[in-house]
Nanobody, 126 residues
């Protein structure tokens, strides 16, 4: 089993920055893709970014491309999401997700990930 714990959320003004962290514990040797999703009140959970175990492969939602950067530290079993130029519409609960298999073009789907964190709130004020 794998446990994921997020941290780093908070309240920030528009244009500001935050860095989220997600640390995995348990049977971490099998984790390949790690991703971030978010869910705003009254909306469905949406994909934000994913990074494969090989650092070269990252993918982003169009809404965050150029503003957010996903990275990971494999020895520390940690994935990060650096969020810059934040907008009020980025306000959401951010969830970390992981799985043992990278599922190709389905990387943006929640069902492609078996492991989930409890979420961390990000609030961007205008």
């Amino acid at each position: 089993q794998v446990q994921l714990v997020e941290s780093g959320g908070g309240l920030v003004q528009a244009g500001g920055s935050l860095r989220l962290s997600c640390t995995a514990s348990g049977r971490t040797f099998g984790i390949n893709p790690m991703a971030w999703f978010r869910q705003a009140p009254g909306k469905e959970r949406e994909f934000v970014a994913v990074i494969r175990r090989s650092y070269a492969y990252t993918y982003y939602a169009d809404s965050v491309k150029g503003r957010f950067t996903i990275s990971r530290d494999n020895p520390k079993n940690t994935v990060y999401l650096q969020m810059n130029s934040l907008k009020p519409e980025d306000t959401a609960v951010y969830y970390c997700a992981g799985d043992s298999v990278f599922r190709g073009t389905a990387y943006g789907l929640s069902r492609s990930y078996d492991y989930w964190g409890q979420g961390t709130q990000v609030t961007v004020s205008s």
